[in-house]
């Protein structure tokens, strides 16, 4: 049996990448996942316009057309995926930032389920540009999956989690809500409002059961190549004036991030809420406040196993205290 058999969960985000990794394993260990993204046929690159995708070389067009397309996909292709492994999963095309789809994720998902264990926020959005440029187009575009299309999310699971009397929420931020190298104030802001939001849900949630928290990958995604795209095409650069950002090929791969989330969707978690994680690769980062870190390294080429995260969490819950308690 599965680490979350019999488990009802739902991941935005799921149509490709970090989303997609983690509802595969979700699935893997026993869960029934309704996968999400806003329409069929995933999205079109936010990050970067046709016009900068005019500006790269042919070699370089060829290469971002092949890794776009490659990491690819939506929530029918991920349930379908799910499926073909023997798992369970239901599609659900809906867009977070607008409160009526939110409704309708929550809904389809109780009606199909007939109960919601685990709600995990994927969805994001992408942009950049100096702060003395960023328009409200783009403010209101990237902070309305983050924060606000999770809270949208929360609003309407968390009364069924409270009838439940239990409920495991994660919000996935960045890195970035410490501050980046890159040109995206917006983005940072956004995801700092995902760590308050978890904070503040993990504090007044805890008396129904209800656990709480974030984690903040670093992955190879889709993303990877439109931000490797807009480093060159770019009219003023992204990244700021005298700083530099990790190539796209040092980071690992987003089924990475998945084990980690599913120990936290897990009923061995329970005391766990309110903490936020850096997760890439297999380093593993607790922020407690979140000004300090607490570090598990596995070394090795291979992802986390749920036995060893099992066989660890002694180690990196050390000395830990839950902000919610």
Not at 149 to 168: D, E, F, I, N
Not at 271 to 293: L, W, Y
Not at 304 to 312: A, G, N, Q, S
Request: proline residues 5%.
């Amino acid at each position: 049996m599965g680490i979350l058999e019999g488990k009802v969960a739902l991941v935005t985000g799921s149509g490709q990448g970090i989303g997609r990794a983690i509802a595969l394993l979700f699935a893997e260990q026993g869960a029934k996942v309704v996968t999400n993204n806003r329409k069929p046929g995933g999205s079109a690159p936010s990050m970067v316009s046709p016009e900068q995708l005019a500006k790269l070389s042919a070699e370089e067009r060829a290469t971002f057309d092949k890794g776009y397309e490659s990491t690819s996909g939506d929530a029918e292709s991920t349930a379908a995926l799910i499926k073909s492994k023997g798992g369970e999963a239901t599609p659900c095309y809906a867009d977070i930032t607008k409160l009526e789809d939110a409704k309708k994720l929550i809904d389809f998902t109780v009606a199909t389920y007939g109960r919601i264990d685990i709600l995990c926020n994927v969805a994001g959005g992408f942009g950049f540009s100096p702060i003395e440029d960023i328009t409200d187009e783009l403010w209101d575009r990237v902070n309305g999956v983050k924060p606000r299309g999770y809270w949208h999310t929360l609003k309407y699971a968390v009364p069924v989690m409270k009838a439940q009397k239990s409920g495991r929420i994660i919000l996935c931020a960045s890195p970035a809500f410490m501050g980046d190298t890159l040109t995206h104030a917006e983005y940072c802001a956004a995801n700092a409002g995902v760590i308050g939001l978890t904070r503040a849900a993990a504090i007044e949630l805890r008396p129904h059961g209800i656990t709480v928290n974030c984690f903040a990958p670093a992955a190879a995604t889709r993303a990877s190549y439109e931000l490797e795209a807009a480093k060159k095409t770019h009219d003023k650069g992204i990244i700021a004036e005298g700083r530099t950002y990790m190539e796209m090929g040092e980071l690992p791969g987003p089924e990475h991030v998945a084990p980690f989330v599913t120990y936290l969707a897990s009923p061995n978690s329970e005391k766990v809420s309110g903490a936020v994680f850096m997760v890439m690769g297999n380093m593993i980062n607790r922020f407690q406040d979140p000004t300090s870190a607490k570090m598990l390294f596995k070394q090795a080429a291979e992802p986390w196993t749920i036995d060893e995260l099992l066989d660890k969490e002694g180690e990196l819950f050390e000395g830990y205290k839950s902000l919610a308690d």
